[in-house]
């Protein structure tokens, strides 16, 4: 049973387009979640968080939506550039819970920035 | 330059042999975590510990161990109990429990 699910394996987009990477969760006790960068055969980099008390974060070109009623949320970059090609990964945590566990991952999205 | 070291990056583990992965950071964070990754997939939780002597079982648990006897290092035993160690993993650090984790550069375990 997968708690954190990005339902797009890949993703393909113009250079200077606007990339749109979705994930959905299905735990209700999830309260905080970040999206990570990863090249293959390094380790994920922190992009950008936001907590559910929030519907919008913004740093730069990353903006994270939340949508809690749908359990939904989404990163957009914009404008998206060709070192952007990477997985990306969803993930969720309880912070109410005390945070004590690991995050939950989803499986990833391959963004492909295309000249 | 403070940040989180794993080694050795490649790892290759002969059938029935226990294999140990390094794990230290610098940044004086209090807690640590190991993931795995298997290809087309998530991360997925291993162990993790909040403070110095203790730790506990994340999701997927069975065929590891880990010690946590300084602050800085957190390293993990692949023991022969685990069937399929073939994997990327990961190592995670975080300075409070409402803090990003940051990880490590991980290591490739490969079983010949």
């Known amino acids: 049973d997968q708690q954190v699910k990005q339902n797009s394996p890949s993703l393909s987009v113009q250079e200077g387009r606007i990339s749109i990477l979705n994930c959905d969760y299905t735990?209700?006790?999830?309260?905080?979640f970040l999206w990570y960068k990863k090249y293959p055969a390094e380790g994920p980099t922190f992009l950008i968080s936001?907590?559910?008390?929030?519907d919008k974060n913004e740093d730069g070109r990353f903006t994270v939506f939340l949508n809690k009623s749908a359990k939904h949320l989404s990163l957009h970059i914009v404008p998206s550039q060709p070192g952007d090609s990477a997985v990306y990964f969803c993930a969720a945590s309880s912070q109410s819970g005390g945070g004590a566990d690991g995050l939950t991952f989803g499986k990833g999205t391959h963004l492909i920035i295309q000249p | 330059d403070g940040g989180i070291t794993q080694s050795p990056k490649y790892l290759f583990r002969k059938e029935g042999q226990n294999v140990t992965l390094s794990c230290e950071q610098n940044l004086n964070h209090d807690a640590m975590y190991w993931y795995r990754q298997d290809p087309g997939q998530g991360l997925r939780l291993i162990y993790y510990s909040q403070i110095v002597n203790d730790f506990q079982k994340g999701d997927i648990a069975e065929g590891y161990s880990v010690s946590r006897e300084k602050k800085e290092s957190f390293p993990l035993t692949v023991t022969s109990a685990q069937k399929n160690p073939t994997a990327f993993y990961l190592c995670?650090?975080?300075?409070?429990?409402?803090?990003?984790?940051?990880f490590g550069p991980g290591t490739r375990l490969l079983v010949l």
């Open positions: 735990n209700s006790m999830f309260d905080y």
């Open positions: 936001i907590s559910s008390i929030k």
């Open positions: 995670a650090s975080r300075r409070g429990l409402k803090e990003t984790q940051y």
